[in-house]
């Protein structure tokens, strides 16, 4: 690994939004990291994929998915485990997430393991 080299944040979500602060806290660390111009990934497994979803419309908590549209214009790459998403009813033919979130498999969270210089999971 080069030490000049970009350093890699890769945080692994399992809990879904507004059931836990999860999804508030992988925000703040993001937006942190990525202030410290790290790159940064955020992989979104089991009920995590619920916090993309577009036409959110929470009354009483501030939209997750808005906070993660910030993410990804600064920045952040997020993606969704394809085997949770569809199972939760988030179809990869409906484009149910907010535009940059990417529909993929486990292999791509493998790879970020590898190659992040850290790595953080949040969820049960």
């Not at 030490?3 to 399992?14: F, G």
């Not at 497994?45 to 993309?52: F, G, K, L, S």
């Amino acid at each position: 690994m080069v030490e000049n080299q970009q350093k890699t944040l890769t945080i692994v979500l399992t809990e879904g939004p507004y059931r836990s602060q999860y999804a508030d806290i992988a925000y703040e660390i993001a937006k942190s990291a990525l202030d410290k111009k790290y790159q940064v990934n955020l992989f979104l497994y089991m009920d995590a994929t619920h916090i993309p979803k577009k036409e959110q419309n929470p009354h009483s908590f501030p939209n997750v998915a808005e906070k993660f549209r910030t993410l990804i214009k600064k920045g952040a790459d997020i993606r969704a485990c394809i085997r949770c998403s569809t199972a939760r009813g988030h179809s990869c033919a409906k484009k149910p997430y907010i535009k940059g979130v990417k529909i993929t498999n486990v292999y791509d969270l493998a790879g970020w393991i590898q190659e992040s210089h850290k790595v953080i999971s949040l969820g049960f």
